[in-house]
């Protein structure tokens, strides 16, 4: 039996499988420049970056780079009392801001002592 020349050869399959396909486009790239309009209003009206992550069919941390990127503040979830108190107790014992705010998980603007 003859060799079959190199240019008739079969090619290796190909290593993309069916969940490495193509690479989603980045956010910013996808959205119109209405549709991001739509977004930012939508999330200055109160929506959760869950429920843009959703709608827009992306993640929470590219609706985030997003909104960031577009320089719009982010809303943070509001401390509870029992939060409060323990970011307080804390910020007596003797730590930063920074510290409590890296215990509790809320940021820095959110531990201001309160006014006595």
Do not use: W
Not at 3 to 23: E, G, L, W
Not at 24 to 43: C, F, H, W
């Amino acid at each position: 039996m003859q060799d079959i020349p190199a240019v008739h050869r079969r090619r290796p399959p190909s290593k993309r499988t069916p969940t490495t396909t193509r690479r989603p486009q980045r956010l910013d790239r996808r959205l119109s420049r209405t549709e991001k309009n739509e977004l930012i209003q939508a999330y200055r009206e109160g929506a959760s970056t869950a429920e843009l992550a959703r709608h827009y069919r992306a993640s929470k941390s590219a609706i985030l780079e997003l909104l960031t990127k577009h320089r719009i503040p982010r809303r943070y979830q509001s401390m509870t009392d029992t939060d409060i108190d323990h970011a307080e107790h804390l910020y007596l014992a003797g730590h930063s801001l920074t510290v409590c705010a890296k215990l509790t998980g809320f940021p820095r603007q959110q531990h201001q002592p309160r006014p006595q």
